[in-house]
């Protein structure tokens, strides 16, 4: 089983940069795929990016492709979502999810993942 602990969220103005992090537990992280989720206000959860275990695999969002960025340090059990040129539909909680899963093509809809983490909030002003 894996606990996952999102941080670095934040108010921020459109324009500018964020890096989110998942912390995860327990010593098989590095067999896991991570995908990264938001949901507005008012929206269903919806898919950002995704990682394969080894990162060889990266899978992102027609929304935030060229902007975003999703890295994994499997040492340090945590997966990086670098999100520069932010706009205000941006603004979301953000989630990350975590599936045990070994190949280099992850899945990419919630219903697809076992773990996920409480949210962080990410709000861009305009």
Known sequence: QVQLVES???LVQAGGSLRL????????????????FRQAPGKEREFVAAISCRGGGT?????????????????????YLQMNSLKPEDTA?????AKLWSQTLVPL???????????TQVTVSS
């Open 109 to 119: 809809t919630t219903n697809e993942y076992d773990y996920w983490g409480q949210g």
């Open 93 to 97: 909680v953000y989630y990350c999810a």
């Open 21 to 36: 992090s998942c912390a995860a537990s327990g010593r098989t992280f590095s067999l896991y795929a991570v995908g990264w």
């Open 8 to 10: 670095g969220g934040g």
């Open 59 to 79: 899978y992102y969002a027609d929304s935030v492709k060229g902007r975003f960025t999703i890295s994994r340090d499997n040492a340090k059990n945590t997966v």
